[in-house]
């Protein structure tokens, strides 16, 4: 074990303070300075259901413990976590399993009319709305943050930079010494069913995944979902894996080791899959796995329309769009490149089932993937 104690910085706060966003934010702001830094979103690692509510804590503790190691190896100096938190006793959950962790926990408000606010701009499950004012409201009643910042009036980078400034958050001292060995998933008995949702840029991977996720615990099947951009983000790369993917790979089992024991009996994975060798990595640490990789695919038209939508803001509010907010002419060499790799994905017969999605709905293109996928488990 190292003697050197990676720093951990712990947003949270209610629904619409801007824990992700600020996290997400301050990960950007030292990854740009060269202080290689992890994002971890706290909601991604515990994705498993059903669960009850009282080991949701318990189930995201265990995956971030497992993923520690791998993300020393990978030379982080400074893990950001962002996600909900409203006792002591919850945060011991992890500073269990994370003794070498310098963990500071800041817990982000905001005045309740410009919270309703953020809320409703954000135009997702406004009937969450009284729940959310109802837990800002209660954490205004606790003490165990270390740091608390308001958020109110501030653009997500002031308030990134407040953060820091309150934390002390500027340089991690803690250098990537290499420590720590893999943690292994653990044996299984029998090949789990693993659904790796793929495709080019806009071509709704992750839509569609989290779809296929939901359909199959309506269905009272116990399931997972990783979004490997969410499970694997560090910046800068390291030069033996620019891409992320060992990363990605080690962290993604990991993290099926700690839903396997929570009682899941698949995994949806979305995220990108652009050669068999890729998905040769991802399959060696995931051994138990019966892995079938669905390749989503859309024309240039719908793939240029679909990345002007998520420019604007449109699609799944995830951590770390890097298409939001881009200007006209960024967004069309985006569509155009995701039209070439489509094409050669094509090209290169990828994947076990090629999915179109032209046309087609999230929810359209989840049943078809659902009714042709042939380790469903429902069919095992």
């Known amino acids: 074990m190292s003697d050197h104690r990676l720093p951990l910085l712990w947003l949270c706060g209610p629904s619409g303070a801007g824990k992700s966003s600020a996290g997400w934010e301050i990960f950007a702001q030292l990854s740009r300075s060269g202080v290689r830094t992890a994002f971890v979103d706290g909601d991604q690692i515990g994705l498993c259901m059903p669960l009850p509510e009282d080991r949701a804590h318990r189930l995201r503790a265990r995956n971030l413990a497992a993923m520690w190691p791998n993300l020393r190896l990978a030379g982080a100096r400074c893990v950001v976590l962002s996600g909900f938190v409203h006792a002591s006793e919850e945060v011991g959950e992890y500073t269990r399993l994370l003794p070498d962790a310098a963990l500071t926990v800041c817990r982000l408000r905001v005045d309740p009319g410009e ?13 969450l709305l009284a729940e959310a004012v109802a837990d800002a ?39 990537p010494d290499g420590s720590g060995a893999l943690v292994p998933s653990g044996p299984v008995l029998d090949p789990a069913p693993v659904l790796w949702v793929s495709g080019a840029t806009a071509t709704g991977k992750s839509t569609a995944g989290y779809e296929v996720f939901s359909r199959l615990v309506r269905s009272g099947v116990p399931a997972a ?34 839903h396997l024991a929570a009682g899941a009996r698949c995994l949806v994975v979305s995220g990108d899959a652009d050669r068999d060798e890729t998905v040769r990595r991802y399959a060696e640490l995931l051994p138990a796995a019966a892995l079938t990789v669905a390749r989503l ?7 240029a329309e679909r990345v002007a939508r998520r420019g604007g803001g449109g699609g799944p509010a995830l951590p770390g769009d890097e298409l939001k907010g ?22 290169e017969g990828a994947g076990d089932m090629r999915v179109d999605t032209d046309g087609r709905s999230a929810e359209e293109v989840a049943e078809h993937i659902l009714t042709t996928w042939p380790d469903h488990p429902e069919r095992a």
């Open 297 to 303: 695919h859309a024309s240039p038209a719908t793939l």
């Open 225 to 258: 979902y990783a979004d490997l951009k969410q499970i694997g983000a560090l910046r800068p790369g390291t030069g033996d894996d620019p891409a992320g993917h060992l990363l990605k790979a080690r962290n993604l089992a990991a993290v099926w080791s700690g």
């Open 326 to 347: 881009l200007g006209p002419a960024a967004l069309r060499q985006v569509a155009e490149r995701a039209a070439a790799d489509a094409a050669a994905l094509d090209r």
């Open 115 to 127: 919270l309703k606010d953020r809320f409703l701009g954000r135009g997702w499950r406004p009937d």
């Open 137 to 175: 409201e209660a954490l205004e009643r606790t003490d165990f943050a270390d740091v608390c910042v308001d958020t109110g009036g501030l653009t997500v980078a002031e308030a990134a930079t407040l953060v820091r400034a309150r934390t002390g958050l500027t340089e991690p001292a803690c250098p």
